[in-house]
């Protein structure tokens, strides 16, 4: 993007720089409907400059949770730059609802655009400014200490994603005595992640409250521009898996476990392949991972394989597990320069191939929809976002000879794709009852917090997989979960657009040409549309609803019997 408002050679460094920009935008006579749009267009690039220039701090610092250096920039820009903004933010917000060219605003997407600035005005308040930077500090904190956490075997110290490989294992001694390391490992930080968590919701509840809201849960809905489906519409949800889906992962465990010959299927037998076969390992590096996923893409459209190309020429990709790096992978869409980063824990595995098609699909759906004209346009929420990758990766399953030549390898990894795919909505269920049941009830103490996991597990779990003796380690396992520390209730969205895959995949499956096309169409409409409208635009419907639920779970089904 070339700079028309900011300077060329500004950065950000501290707010007394950066603050003639937000004062030029707050005194600025606005006479008439194009001074607006300009006006308008001008606020989205100090927005795409400053946000790309957090973007990098937060990148940097999860590429190395070591340095003191990276972390400080970080902590500087939440604590002396973004409390600053805000606030600002909120009286420009005003000063565009408060214009009397606001209505001529007619293009497409201004309608969208403007329901949110309405609702950013709504739960704006100010001593809610200070909160919000504890809790950034505090966020930060989950991926300190689970960047640190490693455990030794046969000599050689290793992450936690490298160690789980051993999961798959096909001796079943040495994955019993893994996943006790790894449980042993998290359980020293235990009680560090729950101390982190407690006064995580006690600032949140605190938050909600300033804003009016008996809960954090209610606040959050709101927070999160949830204008398309209500809280109902969730619990609903939850309804709906544990209806249609809960069942076909106890069912497929039984098969397992009888096809394993085992007397008691313990979660350490839950990874390993039930034919005996070792782990699915399609390809070995970063940079071959980078170059299959290329060819991938191109075999489904070359416009996604192009633009994976420009990310690895532009160091755009940091795609290998190593000690110090934070966990997890995602996609990080860099405003200002219209190219966006994938940062994940490769290490040689299949899950891993399905984590850069998932972070492939969000990248081009930033490519897609990076020449609309404001930043807001481009920052589709949630349920959308995960659309375009959750299709990826069944799309891409279609195509996946690239990384698997042996015509039995490929089933399996086709079979393993849709079984995660099943495993999935269950645990998304959990998590998010598990946070409306902790925020409605905000003075819970440890001994309730465990008795509401424990009960989840009881609900969306295997009713299969024996953890008897292991119920210390099953009742903190949703201390992994990122998102509960990092960007609470953004979890759902998933759910819900699994199942908007599942039925982009079905579609892909009839039409290709078709589907692709639908695809494309979606995405480019970033955020100009309402949820329900963009998935119309793609051809399939925002709806999760036990039927419906049904009808796609027994696509699925259909889909795995032909493997």
Sequence with gaps: MQRHFVKPDFTVTTWELLKPYYDDLLNRNIKSKEDLEQWLKDNSELSSVVSENMAWRYIKMTCDTTSEEIRNSFNDFIQNIEPNISPVSNELNKKL????????????????????????IEMFREENIPLNTQLQELEQKFGEISGAQTVEHNGEKMTMQKASVFLKDLDRKVREEMYHKIQKRRGEDET?????????????????????????????????????????????????VKQHVVPLISEHDQKRKTKLKLQDYRPWDAAVDDDGKPPLKPFQTGEELTKKTIACFNTIDPYFGECIEIMDRMRRLDLESRIGKAPGGYQYPLYETDVPFI???????????????????????????????LVDFKSPPSEVAELASMSMELISMEHWDVFFTDKEELKRAKRQQ???VIDALPWIAAIDKFQHSLYENPEHNLEERYKIWMNLIKDF?????????????????????LHLFEVPFYYIEYGFAQLGAIAMWRQYKKDPKKAIEN???????????????????????FDFSPAYVKELMDFVKSEYEKI
């Excluded at 009016?212 to 969730?234: E, I, P, S, W």
């Excluded at 695809?519 to 419907?541: D, N």
Aim: hydrophobic fraction near 35%; include cysteine; charge should be positive.
């Design 519 to 541: 695809y494309k169409k979606a995405l480019a409409l970033g955020y100009t549309k309402s949820i329900p409208q963009i998935y119309e635009a793609g051809g399939i419907k």
């Design 343 to 373: 940062f994940m824990n490769a290490v040689g595995l299949h899950r891993d191939l399905v984590t850069m098609v998932h972070e492939g699909g969000h990248a081009i759906h930033s490519f897609l929809d990076k020449d609309l004209d």
């Design 97 to 120: 609802m408060a214009s009397e060219f606001t209505s001529q605003l007619t293009k497409q997407g201004y309608d969208i655009y403007l329901r949110g600035v309405k609702t950013s």
């Design 461 to 481: 779990g295997s009713s299969v997989i024996n953890y008897e003796g292991l119920e210390d380690f099953v009742r903190r396992k949703w201390q992994v979960q």
């Design 192 to 240: 560090a992640l729950n101390d982190l968590f407690t006064k995580l919701i006690s600032l949140r509840h605190q938050v909600a409250k300033n804003t009016g809201f008996a809960n954090y849960r209610d606040y959050k809905h709101k927070a999160l521009g949830r204008f398309d489906y209500t809280v109902q519409d969730c619990l609903n949800f939850h309804e709906s």
């Design 418 to 420: 849709l079984e995660s």
